[in-house]
């Protein structure tokens, strides 16, 4: 394969996670130099004292929530793409992701190879739209049947719709979040009051039915 000098950030709280991701990286670029951190304090006491050609990101690290990591690293080194590569649902995060900043978005369901290829375009300069997103924006503009719940919620919106999709109790949400039960409880009527439900029943119908409208499987939440 191809190599090219490069310094890379992995973002990631998982030993095993980072260690084969460092290895992925290491196969296409082997003189690539792979600095690691396990929170978002580590994360970002790297991007202040070492500049970056890319950024590898696992959205559900420790120190921050979710989306709003993108904005805070971008923050401290604007100039640096992230990519990001997580476990949460490419079809709820991947179009926010994009959207709040992000360069590009892999699955850690998606193959190596794909891992690989996003890898290549972020550095080449470019966004890495896997087909999922690309079939989200598309839809975007295009769909005239069911709204995608993803285009109706704020990032914060939908980072508690997803934990609520999870089983979490509002007081569980709160104490991951850093936010006070009352502030959850006003997210979750919003969602309701956007998403035109009124129970979580429905609320995990809502999604599965727009998934189901785009052809999509969505696995059952608990």
């Given at each position: ?7 890379l ?25 792979v ?28 120190g ?59 550095l ?32 914060k ?32 009527a ?16 809502r ?16």
């Amino acid at each position: 394969m191809q190599s090219f000098p490069a310094r890379l950030l992995l973002v990631e709280d998982h030993d095993i996670v980072r260690i084969a991701t460092s290895m992925i990286i290491q196969e296409m670029i082997s003189d690539a130099v792979v600095d690691t951190a396990a929170n978002f304090k580590e994360a970002a006491q790297a991007v202040t004292s070492q500049r970056y050609q890319l950024i590898i990101l696992d959205l559900n690290i420790p120190g921050t929530d979710h989306l709003l990591t993108i904005e805070k690293l971008r923050a401290l080194q604007p100039d640096s793409p992230i990519l990001v590569f997580s476990g949460q649902k490419e079809e709820l995060y991947g179009l926010h992701c994009i959207r709040a900043g992000a360069a590009g978005f892999v699955s850690k369901e998606s193959k190596a190879t794909e891992l690989q290829e996003a890898i290549r375009v972020v550095l080449g300069g470019q966004k890495y739209l896997s087909p999922v997103v690309r079939a989200q924006m598309l839809g975007s503009m295009l769909q005239q049947g069911v709204s995608d719940p993803a285009e109706l919620l704020s990032a914060k919106e939908l980072v508690v719709m997803e934990m609520l999709l999870e089983g979490k109790w509002t007081k569980d949400i709160a104490g991951q979040l850093n936010l006070k039960s009352t502030t959850v409880s006003t997210f979750k009527a919003r969602i309701f009051k956007k998403l035109g439900v009124t129970n979580l029943l429905d609320l995990a119908r809502r999604v599965e039915m727009y998934h189901l409208s785009n052809g999509d499987v969505v696995s059952n939440h608990k």
